[in-house]
């Protein structure tokens, strides 16, 4: 059921014309997502896709759809005479995806994967909390500065 509905929010973020519905589509990709990292035994995982993706980042979404009031526009299909190319796109890496999946020693890659994660938290949150850091902010700024560009002149009162 949680496949279904990561693979169903998914498709529906992409062919939904309404841009709200799509945002919407998108929680419930993220929550179906939590879902399987809690089935998988990830439950800090679980915590973190709900608290970062489901709660702030679809908010993120959710605000600055509002702010830009794109909420109640219907999106145009500008590369509708590129479905062809793009399904072929698809296949090939869906293909792949297989492809590697299958040849993969799932057992070395689990051992090695843990072993990469502890590292790469280490050197995070010690060698590199700095650009860790300059990295959110650099976030915050362009967050910041999509709104400035999104408001409107006659909202602004100094351009009055």
Not at 90 to 98: D, F, K, M, P, Y
């Amino acid at each position: 059921m949680l496949a279904l509905g990561v693979i169903g929010g998914g498709l529906a973020v992409v062919i939904l014309r309404n841009v709200i519905h799509s945002a919407v589509a998108m929680m419930v990709c993220f929550g179906s997502l939590a879902g399987m990292y809690a089935l998988l035994g990830a439950p800090i995982v679980a915590a973190a896709q709900v608290l970062i993706y489901l709660g702030a980042i679809s908010v993120l979404i959710l605000f600055a759809i509002m702010l830009t009031q794109a909420g109640d526009v219907n999106l145009s299909t500008p590369f509708h005479r590129q479905l062809p190319l793009a399904g072929l796109v698809a296949v090939v890496t869906t293909g792949l995806i297989i492809w590697a999946a299958v040849e993969t020693d799932w057992g070395l890659a689990a051992t090695t994967a843990a072993a990469a994660v502890g590292a790469i938290a280490t050197a995070v949150f010690t060698t590199y909390a700095l650009p860790f850091e300059i990295l959110a902010m650099l976030l915050l700024v362009a967050i910041i500065g999509a709104i400035y560009l999104a408001r409107r002149p006659e909202d602004d009162e100094r351009a009055r």
